[in-house]
Every structure is written in C-alpha cells, then in structure tokens.
C-alpha cells in the first residue's frame, strides 16, 4: 500500500526552524521526483519546493528561495524540507506529494 507520512511539524516563533520530513512506503522514491506543497487557511495549495530523482536539481519558487531546503535519501525513502528564517506567512499545513500521491499533511504555525 502506497502511503506518505509527513512529520516534524509544529509552532515555531519568527525567525525559527522546523525541519520537515516525509516518509515513504509501498514504492520506491528512487527514480520520481518529489515536492512539497503547502495550503494555507482560505488559501489554494501552493508549491514549495521540488527535488529531482538524483536529488542535484533543486526548484524554489522566488519568494521561499535562501530560507527552505529540500533533500531527500532514497536509501531512506524520505524527502526532507529544511525551513528556516519562518515567518508568519509561512503557516500552513505542509503537504509530500510523489507522482500521484499525497501525504495528509502537517501542520506548521508560525506566531510570536
């Protein structure tokens, strides 16, 4: 059975870091590329950030680049997304999508 786990979400203050992990089961990540979307309150779903299946190609969109990080280990199986410098905006449940599948989410709130 295909499943994603997301985890390592939580409440962070401004300027703090989460490091988010997903862990996949019941298929081998090693040859898709993997990504991170997020959904905020009112909010469509938004891309993150994208990783290829080497791992050497990297996207960010503009607005997140210098604060996140994406890696992954396919010996693990797991994707990775490392958030720092958070700010407010950044809340949102935090979402591990490989080809056509999804995790359930976690949640990531960032206050003072």
């Known amino acids: 059975q295909m499943q994603l786990v997301e985890s390592g979400g939580g409440s962070a203050q401004p300027g703090g870091s989460l490091r988010l992990s997903c862990a996949v089961s019941g298929f081998s990540v090693d040859n898709y590329a993997m990504a991170w979307f997020r959904q905020a309150p009112g909010k469509g779903r938004e891309g993150v950030s994208a990783i290829d299946s080497s791992g050497e190609n990297r996207y960010y969109p503009d607005s997140l680049k210098g604060r996140f990080t994406i890696s992954r280990d396919n010996a693990k199986n797991t994707l990775y997304l490392q958030m720092n410098n958070l700010k407010p905006e950044d809340t949102a449940v935090y979402y591990c999508?490989?080809?056509?599948?999804w995790g359930q989410g976690t949640q990531v709130t960032v206050s003072s």
């Open positions: 999508n490989v080809d056509q599948y």
